[in-house]
């Protein structure tokens, strides 16, 4: 069966500070992979998805970025945090061709 | 700009009762529709998908889709206090991505 992870579960970051948030899938091959963010109170907002090694579609302008260096590895990451990056980040895939999609844990980012 | 609305309550409800949720949305050319659940600090969980108009039951869960009037339901019956959550409606846009609405917030009551 497939499973997706994600860590860190929480993170209290300072402004100005890196970011990398890691998410990996087992038991699929090519998947599509997405990053979102949920901010207090909102809906889930598309940041970044992936449909392959290296290829990345960016969703929203900001300082976030995203990679995918491995089949089943999606990392966020931004070289430094604003207040408003704060926000629940949740990973998510999907088997290529299929729009079910399915959640990681999340991460709760804090920037202070 | 493709569009998912939803009320976002919250919906209280009475324990047993039927609890029901409207989402509607704006591109006509969507073709599959989803209903997560979503616990208070937890990542949202598939609940329910739907294709094809008409309704679709599984358990305690009927969603129902209106194509024409761009419009898809979820209800839960005989409702549980565990039912309590935030409900997402998601619409694919073609290209392998969903939109998804903000939410309906449930509640309910013992």
């Known amino acids: 069966s497939q499973t997706i992870h994600q860590w860190p579960a929480t993170l209290v970051q300072p402004v100005g500070s890196p970011l990398s948030l890691e998410c990996t899938v087992e038991?699929?091959?090519?998947?599509?992979l997405y990053w979102y963010r949920q901010a207090a109170g909102r809906g889930l907002q598309l940041l970044f998805y992936?449909?392959?090694?290296?290829?990345i579609s960016s969703e929203v302008p900001q300082n976030l970025s995203a990679s995918r260096p491995q089949d089943r590895q999606f990392i966020l990451s931004s070289k430094k945090l604003l207040l408003s990056d704060s926000g629940f980040y949740l990973c998510a895939w999907s088997v290529p061709g299929k729009n079910i999609q399915y959640f990681g844990a999340g991460t709760r980012l804090s920037v202070l | 700009q493709k569009e998912v609305e939803q009320n976002s309550g919250p919906l209280s409800v009475p324990e047993g009762a039927i609890a029901s949720l409207n989402c509607t949305y704006s591109d006509r050319g969507s073709q599959s529709f989803f209903w997560y659940r979503q616990y208070s600090g937890k990542s949202p969980e598939l609940i329910m998908s739907i294709y094809s108009n008409g309704d679709k039951e599984d358990g305690r869960f009927t969603a129902q889709l209106n194509k024409a009037s761009q419009y898809v339901s979820l209800l839960i019956r005989d409702s549980q206090p565990s039912d309590s959550a935030t409900y997402l409606c998601a619409v694919s846009t073609g290209f392998q991505k969903l939109v998804f609405g903000t939410g309906t917030r449930l509640l309910v009551s013992p």
């Open positions: 992936s449909v392959g090694i290296g290829q």
């Open positions: 038991g699929t091959s090519n998947p599509n």
